[in-house]
Every structure is written in C-alpha cells, then in structure tokens.
C-alpha cells in the first residue's frame, strides 16, 4: 500500500444556493433513524442504517463538500395514474478541484434503496425514477441509486477500520517529518514509511501513525483496495 499527499485544491466549499430538507424524518418501527454530524458540522437525518453507512462513507471524501437530507420533492403520476409526491434520500455536492469543467462533478441526486426492495418493486417505483431523473437533469444534477453494492464495500470497510485511529494524538514534529516525506516522494509504501520514521521504535506505535494520517485526512491512499501493511 501506497500513502499520497492530500491535494490542497479538494478542501474548501463552492458558494451556491442550495436546497434544504423539504420532508422531516420521523422515527418508524421499520428502520432505524437518526441524525449523523457529518463533519462535526453539520446534522444530516437518516431513516436506515443504509443511509447511515452512506453518510458515513461521504464524508471520509473531501471532495464532498456539503450533503442534504430528503432535498427536493418530485411530482409524478404513478402506474394508476394518480398523482404523488416523491423525496429523494439525499443531495450530494462535490467540488471541483483541479478537474476541467467539462469534468465538473455535477451534484448528485441520490435514493438510497436495499437491493432486495428495488428489485421487488422497481416496476412500480420507475415513475417517480424516471421523474426524479427528470428534475435532476433539469437542475444539472444527476440522479442516481445507491444499494449495498455501492455502500457496503471494501471502501466502507476500510472507513470503519480508520475510524478507531481518528483521535489518538500523536506528536506533531513526528507527523510534520512524515508528511514531509510524503510530499518529497509524491507516492510512498507503507513499509518505507515505517523503516525511515521508526527505526527503534515499537512497529506497531508507527503502524498506528500512519493510519491515524490516514483517518484524519492528512495523508490519502486507494481507499477501495483492502489496507495492509
């Protein structure tokens, strides 16, 4: 595995108009609710553990700047021709960093949705879908759906791993000395990390560092390949 510098230019907010929750969450016997302090910053509702590892992995990304609950309601007319209102899961702003404009991340208009219930129902929810897909392309956004294939991942896997290195402290010079490093090599492996910065020390002290680096966002690595080192 391989440590990279944090790009500067993914960390900052675009200034737009945005828009706001439009449906409150209310607690069900169904699912599981609650509110995620995304960031620390802001409160995000979620109506399913499935939406709550959703959170959970956005915000590990810095390019996603700012993610808003149940945004925007969608007329549509369903299958019996009666009309209704739909509420997305979430809307999703990314940032666009030193991408070209053409390959602007448009925002994303996102349902979050268990495999098993999409594939039983997707006849009768593909009207408010295709209204949603609609709007959003309206708006420029994009409309997209998220099951566990595209939650419940190595990645996922991973986030959760880092999370218990978030709030260890660790000396700064330290810290400063391998970032510094990182930046000189552009792309370091793991183990020459551990084998320049801590040389005498327990293994498992420097292991640790490094994966704090990591779980603060100091420091970046293919986050979807399973950690090792």
């Known amino acids: 595995m391989r440590l990279n ?4 230019s993914d960390v900052g907010i675009d200034n737009c108009e945005k828009p706001t929750q ?5 607690p069900t016997r169904r ?3 609650g509110v995620y302090s995304f960031r620390g910053e802001i409160a995000v509702p979620f109506e399913s553990t499935l939406e709550r590892d959703f959170l959970i992995r956005s ?5 996603v700047v700012d993610v808003i609950s149940q945004p925007v309601q969608v007329p549509f007319v369903d299958s019996n021709n009666h009309k209704n209102i739909y509420t997305p ?3 999703v702003y990314r940032h666009l960093g030193d991408l070209s404009y053409h390959r602007y991340p448009k925002p994303q208009l996102i349902e979050v949705k268990p495999t098993s219930e999409w594939q039983q129902h997707w006849r009768k929810w593909l009207p408010k879908w295709k209204a949603a897909r609609r709007l959003a392309k309206e708006n420029g956004w994009e409309f997209r759906i998220y099951d566990e294939s595209r939650i419940r991942d190595q990645t ?6 880092l999370e218990r290195f978030k709030r260890t402290d660790y000396p700064e010079e330290e810290t ?3 970032l ?3 930046e000189e090599m552009g792309s370091v492996p793991f183990h020459y990390l551990l084998a320049k910065h801590f040389t005498g020390f327990d293994r498992g002290v420097g292991v640790a560092h490094l994966w704090h680096l990591l779980a603060v966002r100091r420091a970046e690595c293919n986050i979807d390949k399973k950690l090792c080192n």
């Not at 510098?5 to 500067?8: D, G, L, R, T, V």
């Not at 439009?22 to 209310?26: C, F, L, N």
């Open 5 to 8: 510098q944090i790009n500067s």
């Open 176 to 178: 400063l000395m391998i």
């Open 22 to 26: 439009t449906r409150k969450i209310r």
């Open 180 to 182: 510094q490093t990182i």
């Open 31 to 33: 699912s599981v609710s």
């Open 156 to 161: 996922l896997e991973n986030i959760r791993f």
């Open 59 to 63: 915000e590990y990304f810095t390019s």
């Open 89 to 91: 899961d979430f809307l």
